[in-house]
């Protein structure tokens, strides 16, 4: 763990973590910071963790109305160019967010949107404060040939892996729970979701359609109402996305404590009661420890036992051991370092669950359904989908040759 607030950060990422820190953490203690400290500041490194991370926005903002002396002027044109093309792009998934919400509307489908814009009006107020390269819309499985032949008539298109696949199939089976579109004119990108994550995660999945009333809020964007999230169905969600990514975006911290900044509209019997029974209790455990760690934030009293789980202490150290060890994100040996750490950081997650045959059953569907990699190497007809478990053996093993050849060359 960490022995002081920042003290095994690389420095460039501490000083992001540092800017990006939301008002209600007290003093992120940049008050002490003078020029002659970021004497030591690799400019370019600073940016490539902003952009990594997703800070940016907040960088700019916090750093413009308070600390611009620190910063180099040519970096914060950089951070002001970053923050003006997010802002365009905001308004733009903004706009496809209303249209998408009030044709379902109109039509009668049940739609829920959660993270993108939606999520940052309601966390910072401002939708230009986070950054989103797409949008996130829950349905119910049932309405998706409705809201497919939507997206397909507004001139989106399915992305690869799945343009060529039987997409009705996809939403049949366990394999995926979400499809994406792309507007080629637009460039904006939408997910449409009919489970929050795949079905084999079952343990970890919340039907937020059930109590429907109890799990959403209602929000307006560009004077139309938008329904999202509950705040404790959202904490829930961002907690689980963020530990199974390994927290590659810091992001998703501020966003959590943006949340926990009014632990009153979190129904804490509820989190809890969900945690438990899906097996999340280290996941939130771990949360708060990063929380705690990297933004000097106090927990409420409800997460603070979780953090004393040791599977949560392990799955949080595993992420600040990766945070504070990998210093350039530019240098080549970033990738292969992080599938190293990811490769382990999953198998750590897999042992959350309680049982051994919940860790054999999801190794069992990992191993037979067709990856994104496999759709990627050959492309089938709609027609002979289900042909990729048959051919899921010998394409496993030509990435593997693959892979194999690749190693023996660099070597």
């Not at 496993?396 to 023996?408: A, E, F, H, L, T």
Request: proline content about 6%; overall charge positive; some cysteine.
């Amino acid at each position: 763990m960490y022995v002081g607030k920042y003290c095994e950060l690389p420095a460039e990422l501490a000083l992001v973590c540092k800017l990006s820190s939301p008002s209600h953490f007290g003093t992120n203690g940049l008050d002490s910071y003078t020029l002659c400290e970021t004497d030591s500041i690799d400019w370019k490194i600073f940016l490539e963790f902003c952009t990594i991370h997703r800070l940016y926005p907040l960088v700019y903002t916090n750093a413009r109305e308070k600390y611009s002396t620190i910063i180099p002027k040519a970096v914060m044109a950089e951070l002001k160019q970053l923050y003006i093309v997010n802002s365009f792009q905001m308004d733009i998934l903004s706009g496809e967010l209303v249209r998408i919400i009030h044709a379902c509307s109109e039509d009668g489908i049940g739609v829920l949107a959660y993270k993108g814009p939606a999520l940052a009006q309601v966390l910072y107020g401002d939708i230009s404060l986070r950054v989103s390269k797409d949008l996130d819309v829950l349905i119910h499985p049932t309405d998706f040939p409705k809201v497919h032949s939507l997206m397909i008539s507004w001139g989106y298109s399915v992305t690869t892996p799945y343009e060529n696949a039987n997409l009705h199939s996809i939403i049949d089976s366990d394999s995926q729970h979400h499809i994406e579109y792309i507007h080629p004119l637009k460039m904006a990108r939408v997910e449409i979701h009919w489970r929050l994550f795949e079905a084999y995660e079952k343990p970890y999945v919340f039907d937020a359609f059930q109590n429907y009333t109890n799990n959403h809020a209602t929000i307006f964007l560009q004077g139309f109402p938008i329904p999202i999230f509950s705040p404790t169905l959202q904490f829930i969600t961002l907690c689980f996305h963020g530990s199974k990514h390994m927290w590659n975006r810091m992001r998703w911290l501020v966003d959590i404590s943006m949340i926990l900044h009014n632990p009153a509209t979190l129904d804490w019997s509820q989190i809890l009661q969900i945690a438990k029974e899906s097996d999340l209790l280290p996941i939130l455990g771990q949360t708060t420890i990063l929380l705690a760690k990297i933004f000097n934030f106090s927990p409420p009293q409800e997460l603070r036992p979780l953090m004393d789980i040791p599977k949560a202490i392990r799955l949080a150290q595993m992420v600040l051991r990766k945070y504070s060890i990998i210093s350039n994100p530019e240098a080549d040996h970033y990738f292969s370092l992080s599938v190293r750490l990811d490769r382990k950081y999953r198998t750590l997650i897999y042992e959350t669950r309680k049982s051994k045959s919940k860790q054999f059953k999801l190794f069992l569907v990992r191993l037979i359904r067709p990856s994104k990699s496999d759709f990627e190497m050959i492309r089938l007809p709609r027609i002979m989908f289900p042909l990729y478990f048959i051919l899921r053996p010998i394409l496993i093993i030509i990435r593997m040759v693959r892979k194999v050849k690749i190693s023996s060359q660099k070597g």
